[in-house]
């Protein structure tokens, strides 16, 4: 069974900074893509970030320049540090492996609710 646990979700305020983890069991993580996507609500969920297992990475434009995604392969683990948050960005925030259009693992995590408010 693969598990994909999410954490370091929290409010913050405009401007502030979080760094969201991704810690993942069952399987080893080295050998794939992996990614960060987030989910408002009544939107679908999206994809902001990803990094190649040889640390090549993407973002969508609104996240370009303030998120930095990182992975720990010793710890089989993802990071996400979320630096000017902005309201927009408030969602719940999840991990993957992204494949084409869609997501290797079946099974997505709990989440973390990231909140931007003053």
């Known amino acids: 069974q693969v598990q994909l646990v999410e954490s370091g979700g929290g409010l913050v305020q405009p401007g502030g900074s979080l760094r969201l983890s991704c810690a993942a069991s069952?399987?080893?993580?080295?050998?794939?893509?992996m990614g960060w996507y987030r989910q408002a609500p009544g939107k679908q969920r999206d994809l902001v970030a990803r990094?190649?297992?040889?640390?090549?990475?993407n973002y969508v434009d609104s996240v370009k320049g303030r998120f930095t995604i990182s992975r720990d392969n010793a710890k089989n683990t993802v990071y996400l540090q979320m630096n000017s948050l902005k309201p927009e960005d408030t969602a719940v925030y999840y991990c993957?492996?992204?494949?084409?259009?869609?997501?290797?693992?079946?099974?997505w995590g709990q989440g973390t609710q990231v909140t931007v408010s003053s």
């Open positions: 993957n492996a992204p494949s084409g259009s869609g997501v290797v693992f079946g099974s």
């Open positions: 069952g399987t080893i993580i080295s050998n794939y893509v």
């Open positions: 990094i190649s297992g040889g640390g090549s990475t």
